[in-house]
């Protein structure tokens, strides 16, 4: 793909065939859970469902538009100054409308604006019948300049590089200062096909299985590329040379060309720029070694927390702990947790390959051929993709999840239960939907997981996936996942080095009253959102807003005295989730 240079930081692709009209969207981005170790095992929060966006149509005569900049799909019951304050961005309408009208030589007609938590896309119809896609990102998606040129190098790469179905890019532009729009935008073809979440539920068991049979191959396509290092993909001009790994390539893996134009830089996943790490000096990579990475979410948190953290100040209040946070307790377990990574790293070579991996295949993000056959046609949103290690990138797309306890393990498929033939007709109904969904998931996972799959993975996996949370999820993630390690210590150890871990028979009875209590709270919080209707963080949508709002003023005081004594002894600071508990945030220069 040839990238043309022109003044004001815009990136332009000039398109060579006709593009075709279709749709193209972004849903709401959910939350990654940390599932515990199993025999001591936490209830996730809940997670948000698919979201429908309203559209707001915005005409070219439009002058000014103050819902095109606001977050308009939706409302937070709490900290929603914060919420809409990390979705606000003000741009040139006109200017975009500009450099549309030049990228695809036709004016602009209209947009309609659909928005997911971290972008808005605009879907922009033109004089001459055909339709584009704008995007627009939100201050909340991530670095400047990093995610977005991340984000179409990758782009670029997997379509012309491994054969990827994704959208053409016509233009864009990472650098919102000087590139005359005012915000960080990416042009791109509209995604052929349908969306897989308006099909889904209507296809037979054959054309699911065209599906998982279609994203089995794009994937192994993606991870047929070893690179040298872990991190994310950019065009070379686009990263100092100081911060690019000094080769694209792993030593023996093969070659897929372009060397002299992309190369693996410093990570740009949100994680390592929320709030005040934007402007710290931290290690976001390349990483040459997994133990390097692995340390580096520590180091990170523990370089945060000792100069920004603030105890019990949460983004979501229903993600609270059950006690009041200590910076000495963070830093102490986040230090341990170090201690032991060099004995939690798989020792086979292929699960450590760094790889490329799409981590939201939700079916919002997957476009099917509209025909009987429902090939996968386009896969749309890479934002914060990155190359990192296969055993901890590899997972199962959202879609095909199932309830692990009825799965089979190994290579076994599931079948219906022995009782099934005595069942009544509606029970056989939801069995056999069940098998269905579960034959399915297992499909994928022989087919992609099981070649990749490692001993001890949760024991692995858990202390990586909550040593980067701790302020946020609370320290007992990590110190349950702590005790793991140390009671399989002789598993995991690849010597007969000591384990640096200490659990003194006290320490193992209080983590487990510790547990049982944040299991009660969360069991609590749950029915309250359940009760509530609302989705993570307190989203609720903009016509449900005024009767949540009205029904949560009455209902504290309606609580048994019982419960809120019990409460306020667990939680001395106040322990009622529906309310403001983070300030506004700012915007901080950010560091590569």
């Not at 959202?398 to 219906?416: E, I, T, V």
């Not at 040593?467 to 999820?473: C, I, L, S, V």
């Not at 320490?507 to 487990?512: G, H, S």
Request: with cysteine; charged share 25%.
């Amino acid at each position: 793909m040839k990238v043309l240079r022109s003044p004001a930081s815009v990136r332009i692709v000039r398109p060579t065939t006709a593009l075709k009209p279709t749709n193209l969207s972004r849903k709401l981005a959910t939350a990654v859970s940390i599932t515990p170790p199993s025999y001591l095992s936490l209830p996730p929060p809940g997670l948000p469902h698919p979201l429908s966006d309203p559209p707001v149509v915005t005409s070219l005569g439009t002058e000014y538009n103050e819902t095109l900049f606001r977050y308009t799909s939706g409302r937070w019951l709490y900290n929603e100054s914060q919420q809409m304050a990390q979705r606000y961005i003000k741009f040139d309408v006109a200017a975009l409308h500009r450099v549309i009208a030049s990228v695809c030589a036709s004016p602009v007609v209209s947009m309609e604006k659909k928005e997911g938590l971290f972008n808005k896309t605009l879907m922009v119809t033109l004089a001459n019948g055909k339709k584009v896609a704008a995007r627009i990102k939100n201050p909340i998606a991530g670095p400047d300049h990093l995610m977005t040129s991340s984000e179409v190098a990758t782009m670029d790469f997997v379509r012309h590089n491994l054969g990827i179905p994704v959208p053409k890019i016509l233009a864009w532009s990472s650098h919102a200062a000087n590139n005359g729009v005012g915000a960080e935008y990416i042009i791109m073809e509209s995604a052929p096909g349908v969306q897989l979440s308006t099909v889904w539920r209507t296809m037979d068991s054959r054309q699911k299985k065209n599906v998982v049979n279609s994203i089995v191959a794009l994937e192994q396509n993606m991870l047929n590329a070893k690179f040298a290092q872990y991190g994310s993909l950019y065009y070379r001009d686009d990263i100092p040379e100081s911060k690019r790994a000094p080769r694209l390539y792993a030593h023996g893996s093969r070659r897929f060309g372009s060397e002299e134009k992309f190369c693996i830089g410093p990570i740009a996943h949100r994680n390592f720029y929320e709030d005040e790490r934007a402007a710290m000096d931290l290690d976001r990579g390349p990483w040459s070694s997994p133990e390097d990475y692995l340390r580096s979410l520590a180091l990170r948190e523990e370089a945060w927390i000792s100069r920004f953290a603030k105890p019990n100040i949460h983004d979501d209040p229903f993600r609270n702990v059950s006690g009041p946070q200590l910076k000495e307790e963070h830093l102490r377990c986040l230090e341990q947790y170090r201690s032991i990574v060099p004995a939690i790293v798989p020792t086979a070579r292929k699960v450590l390959a760094s790889n490329l991996w799409h981590s939201d295949l939700n079916p919002g993000n997957i476009f099917v051929s509209d025909d009987e056959e429902r090939r996968v046609v386009s896969i749309i949103d890479w934002q914060g993709c990155w190359a990192g290690p296969a055993y901890l990138q590899m997972t199962s797309p959202s879609f095909l999840a199932c309830d692990g306890a009825g799965l089979p393990s190994g290579l076994d498929f599931p079948k219906l239960p022995p009782e099934y033939d005595i069942m009544s007709q509606d029970t056989k109904a939801i069995m056999r939907e069940d098998h269905k969904a579960q034959m399915l998931h297992k499909l994928y996972e022989i087919k992609q997981l099981y070649p990749y799959r490692i001993s001890d993975r949760e024991a692995r996996t858990m202390p990586v996936r909550a040593a980067g949370r701790t302020w946020k999820d609370g320290i007992l993630p990590l110190r349950l996942a702590l005790l793991d390690i140390f009671s399989r210590w002789e598993e995991l150890s690849r010597s007969d080095e000591p384990c640096p871990l200490r659990f003194t028979r006290e320490e193992v009875q209080e983590l487990k009253r510790q547990r049982d209590r944040y299991v009660d709270w969360h069991d609590f919080l749950d029915d309250v959102r359940t009760t509530f209707g609302m989705r993570l963080y307190g989203w609720v949508s903009p016509h449900e807003y005024p009767s949540k709002r009205a029904l949560l003023e009455g209902t504290r005081s309606r609580l048994p005295v019982a419960l809120t004594s019990q409460l306020e002894e667990i939680l001395p600071q106040d322990w009622w989730p529906f309310r403001d508990t983070v300030p506004l945030p700012s915007a901080p220069e950010v560091r590569v």
